[in-house]
């Protein structure tokens, strides 16, 4: 049975989580999750333990039980296959080319309505009463 242990003491080690859990029976495999960039615990990791009785029993009594100053969150594992061929995730992105933007009075000017630098032109300002 897959385990799904929470809230874990940042200092602790995969070896601490196993001995945690051989406790109650075997254990097949204690995996902490480690973040790629920094290298340190997220703060979760899994437990697989072969006897899903002495699984239950872990789960019941290490549920909320206090190490290193941390209250765990112990619970089976949820399974996130999916047996439909759905792959969850990914995804994004834009498809096709952007092309040019063009306005629907087919101008392309985008300056047309501005005054030239040099003050020529025969654009008016609204504020003035010259």
């Keep these: 049975m897959d385990i799904y242990v929470g809230s874990l003491p940042f200092k602790m080690k995969e070896e601490d989580l196993r001995e945690t859990f051989e406790e109650f ?8 999750v480690m973040d790629k960039m920094t290298r340190q615990s997220k703060g979760f990791g899994f437990v697989e333990m072969p006897n899903e009785v002495e699984a239950k029993d872990a ?4 549920h909320g039980q206090e190490i290193m100053g941390r ?3 112990v619970n089976e594992s949820q399974n996130t296959k999916r047996t439909d061929g759905f792959r969850p995730g990914g995804g994004g992105g834009r498809s096709g080319g952007g092309g040019s933007y063009q306005r629907r009075d ?3 000017d985008r300056n047309r309505d501005r005054p030239s630098r040099d003050g020529g032109g025969d654009f008016k300002r609204r504020d003035r009463d010259d």
Aim: charged content about 20%; cysteine-free; glycine content about 22%.
């Design 25 to 32: 029976g075997e254990v097949s495999s204690a995996k902490i």
């Design 71 to 73: 209250e765990l969150i």
């Design 106 to 108: 087919g101008g392309g």
């Design 59 to 62: 789960i019941a009594k290490l």
